[in-house]
């Protein structure tokens, strides 16, 4: 980043003042300065700065007020104050009118530096986020959600009538299904779309230092604590955030999340101050959460606070219907991304990929989609341009049976083995296609009737 940050210092005293025009300009910032209140209020007509830095005690206009009238004209310009032999009041005000920080004289100049590059990253954010947000809003709209199955129309009829609203909602559903899609869809077409959408996986957070990520911390609550911080709930304010990954929550970690649900407070790590928020909390995860909380390893208490609403998101083999809408969406995605001619996708290929079980989901698709772009010759994607496992996949279909058992050493009893087999894909056709048995016998290539006869035969069906 260039020296594209503008900083203006409001201090009488010509020595202090050069002194720091000097540290900061060192930095590489662009520094004006101003020897009052008065010239500093028609210098920020003319410049937008990023940061003021002012003596709280000056003649005429006093550091507050200039604060006051900063923060008025320009909310995002953050305000550091220095104070003499301050009194804890005053800082304490400025805090209260919206100061970033304050810094007392005599100035420790590492600090004040280290303070001036937090304004600035912060202030980055906000305007990245501006734009973003911006973005985001066209990106998130409920048509990019790509789906006219059943189970997809009952989740955008779920959506609608969440969106509006402040419950906690649930995500469930396999990798890659969407979870996150859909939590941000509910932030950036609700209520809360101009405030801050927060996203924290828990999976990829050591345990140790999730709770300060979560709740923030206060400078020196553990080693490497320099400053005070913010933790994900308290840059959500006013926003959502969604805990992803849930299920790998510590258990003390749970119970210190059930009191903030709770209470609508947080405390920082190593803090005794308590910060009220208001934050509407969408989790998400891919575990199956009720059998966490039978099997001891997720709070009863806090599951039920969670799963007010609860919003499943089907497995992409639940729904083959959308499998060739989804393709050709991907496929245009892509073609626009790269400016190339728009492309289609042969019969084979299509049924190729309806025919197969997508562990992956939505996101393996996405993938697939764009390394067959990316690959394809011409103008049309033809089965040779998917993945191996496409090829395997085509009828007589093997899709999903990743290799071949060994024969033991010993041998076995064929018969008995193969209607071993057989009882096990069956058991689970019918578990994904939750017991419609015309489903299961699409998935396994078989008339609905034989599948019938099948189960008769091998009594127990095995379910
Ligand atoms: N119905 C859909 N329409 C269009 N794109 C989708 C749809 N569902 C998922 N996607 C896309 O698939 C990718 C994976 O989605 P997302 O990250 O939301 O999944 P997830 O459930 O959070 O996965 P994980 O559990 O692995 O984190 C994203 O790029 C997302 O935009
Ligand atoms: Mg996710």
């Not at 490497?224 to 805990?243: P, R, S, V």
Request: net charge positive.
């Amino acid at each position: 980043m260039k020296n594209q940050f503008q900083i203006l210092i409001v201090e009488d005293e010509a020595p202090s003042r050069q002194a720091l025009a000097m540290l900061l300009k060192k930095s590489g910032y662009e520094i004006q300065v101003a020897a009052n209140g008065e010239e500093a209020m028609e210098m920020t007509n003319k410049t937008p700065f990023d940061i003021v830095i002012t003596d709280l005690f000056l003649p005429g206009l006093s550091g507050i007020e200039i604060l006051k009238r900063v923060k008025k004209k320009a909310p995002e310009t953050h305000v550091l104050m220095i104070t003499g032999n301050a009194s804890a009041e005053t800082a304490v005000e400025a805090m209260k009118e919206g100061a970033f920080d304050y810094i007392t004289k005599p100035i420790n100049f590492e600090k004040l530096k280290l303070l001036v590059a937090k304004a600035l990253e912060k202030s980055l954010l906000l305007a990245e986020n501006s734009y973003l947000r911006q973005q985001l809003r066209g990106k998130y709209r409920f048509e990019n959600i790509i789906g006219t199955s059943l189970a997809m129309q009952s989740l955008f009829s779920r959506m609608e009538k969440v969106v509006t609203t402040d419950s906690t909602v649930l995500i469930l559903g396999e990798s890659g299904t969407g979870k996150e899609l859909v939590a941000k869809a509910l932030h950036f077409n609700g209520s809360r779309r101009e405030k801050p959408f927060v996203a924290i996986n828990c999976a990829a957070i050591p345990a140790e230092l999730l709770e300060s990520e979560l709740f923030g911390h206060v400078r020196g609550s553990f080693t490497g604590a320099f400053y005070d911080k913010a933790g994900k709930f308290e840059q959500a304010n006013g926003g959502t955030i969604l805990l992803d990954e849930i299920g790998t929550m510590p258990l003390h970690l749970q119970t210190k999340l059930l009191r903030v649900l709770q209470d609508h407070e947080i405390e920082r790590v190593g803090g005794n101050k308590r910060i009220a928020l208001n934050v509407r909390v969408i989790s998400a995860t891919n575990a199956d959460l009720e059998k966490e909380v039978r099997e001891g390893r997720f709070r009863e208490d806090l599951f039920y606070r969670l799963n007010v609403i609860p919003i499943h998101l089907p497995a992409l083999r639940e729904r083959r219907e959308d499998i060739a809408l989804l393709a050709r969406h991907f496929l245009s995605k892509n073609c626009q991304e790269l400016k190339r001619p728009k492309m289609t996708i042969d019969p084979k290929a299509i049924a190729a990929l309806e025919h197969y079980l997508w562990p992956g989901n939505v996101r393996e698709m996405e993938n697939v989609i764009e390394r067959s772009v990316t690959l394809a010759e011409g103008e049309v994607i033809h089965l040779e341009d998917l993945p191996p496992q496409f090829s395997a996949a085509t009828p007589p279909r093997a899709s999903g049976l990743q290799g071949l058992p060994e024969l033991p050493p010993e041998g076995l009893d064929l018969e008995r083995y193969l209607a071993h087999l057989e009882r096990h894909l069956i058991g689970e056709a019918l578990k994904l296609s939750r017991g419609v048995k015309a489903r299961a016998a699409a998935l396994l290539g078989i008339k609905r009737t034989t599948l019938v006869e099948k189960l008769k035969r091998s009594s127990p069906p095995a379910r």
